[in-house]
């Protein structure tokens, strides 16, 4: 349920070419939701995939069973009231 969303394979190697350490991301399970998700804006750009995958970096140093409580109750959040971190 929860981890980095989970990318299709071309748009994988285009960004791994593009940026340092993409492919750790698929070193745990893909999610429907992530720390990325409740923390930035949907990826209009390549920086927003930075600064995306940073979040995603840092969920899988710190992957618990309290941040994936934390990330969900975020997620509830969202989609009931729609308060993101970028609202």
């Given at each position: ?5 989970p990318e ?22 893909p999610g ?11 990826d209009e ?43």
């Amino acid at each position: 349920l929860v981890g980095p969303r989970p990318e299709r394979p071309f748009f994988v190697d285009q960004l791994s070419e593009k940026i340092p350490y993409y492919k750790r991301r698929l070193k745990v399970r893909p999610g429907i939701t992530g720390w990325a998700q409740v923390k930035h804006k949907y990826d209009e750009n390549i920086e927003d995939v930075k600064v995306k995958l940073r979040y995603d970096l840092f969920y899988i140093e710190n992957i618990s069973l309290r941040m994936d409580f934390k990330i969900l109750a975020r997620t509830i959040l969202v989609v009931l009231f729609g308060k993101g971190h970028y609202n």
